[in-house]
């Protein structure tokens, strides 16, 4: 009986074990995670809603304030600075000197040349009248030799005579046009030695001292026009045929703690930069003279290159684009996906505005677009994840 009893528990404990290896098989049979039911693989994505509302795209760019009228004044002439009038920050008016260099020299070349030509006015007063004297006593001669009187060869001699004192007088002639040109390039230079004010403005920068030695083309000082301030940014080649003269503009400059200021585009180039495929835009800003705005300011400005008050927008992270370069989103029905190529209206740096091809509330894959194919099966773990928190809220 012991015996009976014995073989009765082994036989238990055996159907126990048995189970348990049945069960971690049953497991065992079970497929991989990402894997459905019948084997179809599941791709994890991430997705977004398409929505519809107010949308606005701007651009920011940076820009530098400048003057209408901004020029770097400089010496036309060499030699020392002996005289500066102005120092920065100092109100000039049109035509005031602003300095003077040393004008000893060309005062010198001018006596010499002025010498010069008046010593070849004598020379040529004298081959006149050399010329006239000659002149007649060959109309005495001429009958003379006619008469047989005189040999041929004294009217030969006073013919030669003649020609020399004619080119005599066209020497003196010519000398005294030479130097009068000469006259009139070192009066002009010595205009060039007083540096004058080509326009109201004021000193923005001075480069060189009294007693300094300059050369032509040097810089003395810079000359602002500060009434007449603007701005100039540069727009990429995509944004650039949103940009018109009526574009809204807001402006904030960092000295001024970035207090945001209007402004009106003041000029647009006609073509773009070929270097660097960018539209340049000019800009005045309204109210710097309240902000006290100056030439050098950087400043930040963005312009409003569309609106719309009922747009359907997606975030950019969910374009896709082909190798053809057609444009297109993975859209998710019944947690499938399809290809879905779409076409842009307003495009901005985070969403873009969707004028065919998706509707509001439709779901477009966001993020885990590599695996995708036509009609892939997908679970959506951002879904779940707002689901499953929504659920834990609602049971606290």
């Known amino acids: 009986m012991r015996r009976l009893v014995m073989m009765g528990c082994y036989m238990a404990v055996l159907s126990m074990a048995t189970a348990c290896t049945d069960g971690d098989d049953a497991g065992d049979r079970q497929g991989p995670p990402g894997m459905g039911d019948d084997a179809e693989p599941v791709v994890s994505v991430e997705t977004v809603v398409v929505e519809q509302g107010e949308f606005q795209v701007t651009g920011d760019y940076a820009g530098e304030i400048r003057s209408e009228e901004m020029v770097e004044l400089s010496a036309d002439v060499a030699g020392r600075v002996i005289e500066m009038h102005v120092n920065v920050g100092d109100q000039v008016e049109e035509g005031d000197l602003i300095a003077k260099i040393d004008d000893r020299n060309l005062r010198q070349s001018v006596r010499e040349l002025e010498a010069s030509v008046r010593v070849s006015e004598a020379n040529l007063e004298e081959a006149k009248v050399e010329l006239e004297n000659l002149e007649s006593e060959l109309r005495r001669k001429r009958p003379l030799f006619e008469r047989e009187m005189i040999p041929e060869r004294e009217i030969e001699e006073l013919e030669r005579a003649l020609r020399s004192a004619e080119q005599r007088i066209a020497v003196a002639q010519a000398t005294i046009e030479q130097r009068n040109a000469q006259l009139a390039s070192v009066g002009e230079d010595l205009g060039r030695t007083q540096v004058r004010a080509p326009f109201d403005g004021v000193i923005g920068a001075r480069q060189v001292e009294r007693g300094s030695h300059v050369s032509p083309g040097q810089p003395l000082v810079t000359l602002v026009d500060d009434r007449e301030l603007y701005l100039t940014v540069r727009v990429p080649e995509r944004q650039a045929p949103r940009v018109g003269t009526q574009t809204p503009v ?23 930069d070929s270097s660097t495929r960018t539209l340049r835009v000019d800009i005045r800003p309204e109210g710097s003279s309240e902000f006290q705005v100056r030439p050098g300011m950087y400043a930040r400005v963005s312009l409003e290159l569309g609106r719309a008050d009922d747009a359907v927008t997606v975030d950019n992270q969910a374009v896709q684009r082909s190798a053809d370069g057609e444009h297109y989103l993975w859209r998710v029905r019944d947690d499938r996906v399809e290809k879905q190529e779409v076409e842009f209206g307003l495009r901005g740096r985070l969403r873009s505005e969707i004028v065919r091809g998706l509707e509001a509330g439709d779901r477009v894959v966001l993020r885990g677009h590599e695996a995708l194919e036509e009609g892939s099966k997908v679970r959506d773990v951002g879904r779940q994840a707002e689901e499953q928190a929504r659920d834990d809220g609602e049971e606290s």
């Open 250 to 272: 807001t402006i904030r400059i960092g000295a001024t703690g970035s207090v945001a200021m209007g402004g009106e585009i003041h000029r647009i180039a006609p073509v773009l």
